[in-house]
């Protein structure tokens, strides 16, 4: 069974909209990420959330906005969509202290915007 | 910034063949440095880390970190077809409680039956 789960896997949005990617963790870990991947860039950091509280942020647009309404949930909202944030959004957990632990994965939401 | 580069950025192999993977890294502070594999639709899996220089082995996986040349190789014994997949190179970057990867932009390997 999935341990981190992410819904939708697949959505379509035009220029403009606004869509919310969830997240779920089952792992117990109290921190998690949200990565970006695009067909041009490598896997790319995006935020970190550790205990609820953000950590770090490395999207340069507000667009982009993290919510986290519970500790195993970090939802990913994104405003005024553009046809550049067409790529895949995976969001991860770690489970151990400051620089240790692997990242677990969930399987991505493949965002459009046409 | 940290950059990550990975070569070959795809390789082609028989069943059974030895594949060696490279990384270079920017960075001498960063932390571990860890391989995953991500299959086509699937979000990345990791393999194994190493923290200190020398090599780390488990099972058919063996990786290799030299921080003088800042360089780390991930050597896959014995490929079998269900390897075939992309091998993602990240730096751990850990700076105030966060857990931060950056990765390289991967070697896609396919192995032949």
């Known amino acids: 069974d999935p341990k981190i789960i992410q819904k939708p896997k697949y959505l379509v949005a035009v220029t403009g909209s606004e869509k919310i990617l969830i997240c779920e963790q089952y792992?117990?870990?109290?921190?998690m990420y949200w990565y970006r991947q695009s067909a041009k860039k490598p896997l790319e950091f995006m935020f970190s959330y550790s205990y609820q509280k953000l950590m770090d942020n490395q999207t340069a647009s507000s667009r982009f906005q993290p919510q986290s309404s519970k500790k195993n949930h970090l939802d990913l909202q994104i405003t005024a969509l553009k046809p550049d944030d067409s790529a895949t959004y995976f969001c991860?957990?770690?489970?151990?202290?400051?620089?240790?632990?692997?990242?677990?994965f969930g399987e991505g939401s493949k965002l459009t915007v046409l | 910034q940290e950059k990550v580069q990975q070569s070959p950025e795809s390789l082609i192999v028989p069943e059974g063949a030895m594949v060696s993977l490279n990384c270079s890294f920017s960075?001498?502070?960063?932390?571990s440095i860890w391989w995953y594999q991500q299959h086509p639709g699937k979000g990345p899996k990791a393999l194994i880390s190493i923290f200190s220089n020398g090599n780390k082995k488990e099972g058919r996986l063996t990786v290799y970190l030299n921080r003088a040349s800042l360089h780390v190789s991930l050597h896959i014994k014995d490929s079998q077809p269900s390897d075939s997949a992309v091998y993602l190179c990240a730096v751990s970057m850990a700076t105030g409680g966060n857990n931060k990867l950056t990765f390289g932009q991967g070697t896609v390997l396919s192995v032949i039956p």
């Open positions: 960075d001498s502070a960063s932390q």
């Open positions: 792992l117990g870990h109290n921190a």
């Open positions: 991860a957990s770690s489970g151990g202290g400051a620089g240790t632990g692997q990242l677990y």
